[in-house]
């Protein structure tokens, strides 16, 4: 969860790639992949989640009233037959 970086990251970093923003009236949801890299213990660890925002415009302010995120899956590279990546 994000309490649990927040609390045990020494520095965390969010790049959000692949945006889609749809605005209806003072609705706007925006879709993006976030591309999450921290440092815990003095090793580097990153992961990628799939995330949807919901914003909604009031006072003449965009507020984020939901973020919901998703983990995506890492796939390494693709096996050969037999499994073995040696020659």
Same mark, same amino acid.
């Not at 899956?73 to 693709?78: A, E, K, M, R």
């Given at each position: 969860?994000?309490?649990?970086?927040?609390?045990?990251?020494?520095?965390?970093?969010?790049?959000?790639?692949?945006?889609?923003?749809?605005?209806?009236?003072?609705? &706007?949801?925006?879709?993006?992949? %976030? !591309?999450?890299?921290?440092?815990? %213990?003095? !090793? =580097?660890?990153?992961? =990628?989640?799939?995330?949807?925002?919901?914003?909604? !415009?009031?006072?003449?302010?965009?507020? =984020?009233?939901?973020?919901? &995120?998703?983990?995506?899956?890492?796939?390494?590279?693709?096996?050969?037959?037999?499994?073995?990546?040696?020659?």
């Amino acid at each position: 969860s994000w309490g649990v970086l927040f609390a045990t990251a020494a520095s965390l970093m969010v790049a959000a790639t692949d945006v889609q923003i749809r605005l209806i009236g003072d609705v &706007a949801w925006v879709g993006c992949d %976030e !591309r999450i890299a921290n440092t815990t %213990e003095g !090793r =580097m660890l990153s992961s =990628m989640a799939r995330a949807t925002n919901i914003f909604v !415009r009031h006072d003449s302010a965009w507020r =984020m009233v939901v973020h919901h &995120a998703s983990p995506v899956p890492f796939l390494g590279p693709p096996q050969p037959e037999g499994g073995s990546l040696v020659n």
